[in-house]
Each structure stands twice: as structure tokens, then as C-alpha cells.
T-cell receptor, first 111, second 111 residues
Framework: DAKTTQPNSMESNEEEPVHLPCNHSTISGTDYIHWYRQLPSQGPEYVIHGLTSNVNNRMASLAIAEDRKSSTLILHRATLRDAAVYYCILSRGGSNYKLTFGKGTLLTVNP | DAGITQSPRYKITETGRQVTLMCHQTWSHSYMFWYRQDLGHGLRLIYYSAAADITDKGEVPDGYVVSRSKTENFPLTLESATRSQTSVYFC??????????FGQGTRLTVV
């Protein structure tokens, strides 16, 4: 399975945009890119996912590099509630779909 | 109520006992997953299932058994619990390459 690399931690200020990077240089053509987050003492929560094109939803935006070897999760205006561990995950297309979590990025949001 | 439910939420058991953690989802999602999360660590995939009667090992399957006779249920059994299996267990379901929904977690302590 293709691996992802994320910074261990990042810090941001409230109401400022946050760009969380993810490298996945061994991604294959059928791999989807997923982002989940886990708030303290809670189960993981879906954020966004994409295959080739950039994606937007009410929570965030996902920017995927043209060669797909990296992606960036964008939180447009960070709030204190966005403080969490963010996981970038690749999943193989087709029937062998599974989500394997790495260590993720711990995002701290300063008031 | 629609959703994914894990039971029990908390369990204390003795070493050597058999324990079954239950997971039930109401969406008829094809895919279901079991993870464990140890204090201060990320989620590790134990087993996953693509459909009823189709299961596969994840990263850390030793000491665990799963079954999936019905689409909506995916129980996880510890055949002979050990202290190293003390952890928080999360179940998840997904229709496929999209949003996965996680349960509230089961905190298991083996004494």
C-alpha cells in the first residue's frame, strides 16, 4: 500500500487559514486521497476526499497536485474546534477498499 | 435511530476470558472496519470486511476473530484476552470510496 508523510505537528491562529500538507509520492492511479480528523477523546471524523481534481465541501478544501504526489488540506478559517489530529490516507480503488491510518498531524489552534 | 453503534461502551475483563465487542450500522454499508487505538497512538486496523461473509486481516489481527453473517453487524471477538489488548476499539462503516462513519468507541481494560 502507498504511504503518506505528514508533519508531526502544526500550529495556527484562530480565524486564519491553515494548510496541512501530505506527501504520497508512491500513489497509484487508482488511489483515492482521504482526510480524517480526530478530536480529543472522540472517534475519527471524515473531512474530505478526492481522486484527481480539487474538492471543496463545507468543512474544508482539498488541493491535489497535478502529479498527485502530494495534497494539501485547507481549512479556510481555523477555529478552536479545529484543534485535532489530521490524517491523510490513501485507499486503493476497487473492491480492496480500506483505510489505514498513519500518525497524522497534530494541529494546535491558538486563540 | 440511524447510525453506527458500538456496545458495550466500557468493558473490564480478566486475562484469558473471551470478549465480544459489537458493532451495528443501519445504513447497509458494504464496508466495515475494526481499529484499536492505544493511549497516545494512532489507529491500527485489525480487520475489515467488504460485504457479508467477506473479511480480511488488517495490520494487527493476531488474537482477534471477526465474523459478518449480516451486512449490518460486525462483531469483534478476543478469544483469550491479554493485557496488551487493553485499548480503545473503534468500529466504522462506509459505502465505499467516500465517507466512513465511526462509532463512539469501546474502552476495553484487561486486568
Amino acid at each position: 500500500d502507498a504511504k503518506t508523510t505528514q508533519p508531526n505537528s502544526m500550529e495556527s491562529n484562530e480565524e486564519e487559514p491553515v494548510h496541512l500538507p501530505c506527501n504520497h509520492s508512491t500513489i497509484s492511479g487508482t488511489d483515492y486521497i482521504h482526510w480524517y480528523r480526530q478530536l480529543p477523546s472522540q472517534g475519527p471524523e471524515y473531512v474530505i476526499h478526492g481522486l484527481t481534481s480539487n474538492v471543496n465541501n463545507r468543512m474544508a478544501s482539498l488541493a491535489i497536485a497535478e502529479d498527485r504526489k502530494s495534497s494539501t488540506l485547507i481549512l479556510h478559517r481555523a477555529t478552536l474546534r479545529d484543534a485535532a489530529v489530521y490524517y491523510c490516507i490513501l485507499s486503493r480503488g476497487g473492491s480492496n477498499y480500506k483505510l489505514t491510518f498513519g500518525k497524522g498531524t497534530l494541529l494546535t489552534v491558538n486563540p | 435511530d440511524a447510525g453506527i453503534t458500538q456496545s458495550p461502551r466500557y468493558k473490564i475483563t480478566e486475562t484469558g476470558r473471551q470478549v465480544t465487542l459489537m458493532c451495528h450500522q443501519t445504513w447497509s454499508h458494504s464496508y466495515m472496519f475494526w481499529y484499536r487505538q492505544d493511549l497516545g497512538h494512532g489507529l491500527r486496523l485489525i480487520y475489515y470486511s467488504a460485504a457479508a461473509d467477506i473479511t480480511d486481516k488488517g495490520e494487527v489481527p493476531d488474537g482477534y476473530v471477526v465474523s459478518r453473517s449480516k451486512t449490518e453487524n460486525f462483531p469483534l471477538t478476543l478469544e483469550s484476552a491479554t493485557r496488551s489488548q487493553t485499548s480503545v476499539y473503534f468500529c466504522a462503516s462506509s459505502p465505499g470510496q467516500g465517507e466512513a462513519f465511526f462509532g463512539q468507541g469501546t474502552r476495553l481494560t484487561v486486568v
